[in-house]
């Protein structure tokens, strides 16, 4: 890319970053803790949501998802069969999510009547990466189908990640998935990220991470707390 | 995006369109058939571009390919197994191959040696559709495990694409894959194209569809002789 090219990228990025800024403040002050899901396409996120928020519904927590997608709405209401808030963000050919649609997407919503909000990004291992959105937590999640080599590969989005989803552990054993590598090569990348194992279709590991994301908001509030 | 970021996207653009007609007379010179292969992350294109080359090989045609990835050589090491050429493009964080980087991995082949040439895209299934790279024919991959609503939130590629292969056929069964619906998913955003059905790890379906690539390249060849 030439160099107006590259510095104009730069603006871009840096207007985001002003943006996410702002958003973040916002979130903290509502208290609401919010996870911005990123992963390639079909590594399941919409079905890890639907669950997680079912869980978070179930055990008495308020949880808003807002979906982007290029075309279609269909995720969105997938999402909504959860009980839970739901709104979609049709990116019209933009490969990513930025903050200033996600900000745009918030009206008319109380923040702080939500305990928890995921943002899921548009299915891309590559270019949600360099787009802050305000999250407290970014997950970037991985199936079992999509070969252990991943994360080396793809290295931006793991290293930006805060926390690893390993997806679809249903189909470990037909894929022969070889956990041990997967996470080596995680590791690798990100030393010390936290990984959990997953299956949206049986369920497994499901409850474990929602305690774990609990546990996550209990750790952000109190930090949040003490800056002020 | 602003206007200005737009008229810098389309310059970019055009730039490249202009470098892909000269790589697409280039080709047609040198009687080489050139196949872009795009998806998504983990779709299973190396494994598939690796059974194609060594069936290729076998029945005595010369191919050779070049590998797209954000990072490592990984891929381009798999494919050589096949005995085939083969050179990696390491794209340093840029989500996407471009015309000019298929032409800089060219320097000293003899492309009138090939009969074929492969490109294995970046995997990503939204931003490598804008970009021509000067191919006869582009293949979109898309997995059993993706989900069959792909093609409903990815129109770009799929419109753009000439022949969609599904891949990883033997877990279709596990994945309890809706063939039907994602045919008509397929049909939906791109009426009239090709779809084969595929698995590089049992081999079923890939012989029959390198006969079928073989008779791409001889319909390509009558219709560039016409042209002449």
């Known amino acids: 890319?030439?160099?107006?090219?590259l510095e104009l990228h730069q603006g871009i990025l840096d207007k985001n970053d002003r943006l996410a800024y702002d958003?973040?403040?916002?979130?903290?002050a509502a208290g609401v803790y919010v996870a911005n899901l990123v992963s390639s396409p079909g590594t399941g996120k919409t079905a890890?949501?639907?669950?997680?928020?079912?869980?978070?519904?179930?055990?008495?927590?308020?949880a808003a998802a807002l979906v982007g997608d290029l075309a279609t709405e269909n995720d969105a209401r997938r999402l909504?069969?959860?009980g839970a808030p739901v709104r979609q963000i049709v990116t019209a050919g933009i490969c990513h999510?930025?903050?200033?649609?996600?900000?745009?997407?918030?009206?008319?919503?109380?923040?702080?009547?939500?305990?928890?909000?995921?943002?899921?990004?548009?299915?891309?291992?590559?270019?949600p990466s360099g787009y802050?959105?305000?999250?407290?937590?970014?997950?970037?999640?991985?199936?079992?189908?999509?070969?252990e080599d991943k994360p080396l590969k793809y290295p931006p989005m793991f290293n930006s990640a805060d926390l690893a989803v390993i997806t679809k552990m249903d189909l470990a054993g037909a894929v022969e998935f070889d956990c041990a590598a997967t996470y080596a090569n995680i590791q690798s990348v990100c030393p010390g990220i936290p990984i959990w194992e997953t299956s949206a279709k049986t369920g497994?590991?499901?409850?474990?991470?929602?305690?774990?994301?609990?546990?996550c908001k209990l750790?952000?509030?109190?930090?949040?707390e003490m800056e002020r």
Do not use: P
């Not at 009547?113 to 270019?127: A, P, R």
């Open 80 to 82: 909504e069969r959860s």
């Open 204 to 215: 497994d590991g499901m409850v474990a991470w929602v305690e774990y994301l609990k546990r």
């Open 97 to 127: 999510l930025e903050a200033n649609m996600i900000a745009a997407h918030l009206d008319g919503w109380r923040l702080a009547d939500f305990d928890f909000l995921f943002i899921e990004n548009v299915g891309n291992l590559v270019c």
């Open 48 to 62: 890890f949501l639907e669950r997680t928020l079912s869980i978070l519904i179930e055990q008495g927590c308020s």
């Open 219 to 224: 750790d952000w509030q109190l930090e949040t």
């Open 23 to 28: 958003l973040r403040r916002e979130f903290e």
């Open 132 to 147: 802050d959105l305000g999250e407290a937590l970014r997950v970037v999640l991985l199936s079992v189908t999509e070969g």
């Open 1 to 5: 890319m030439s160099t107006r090219v």
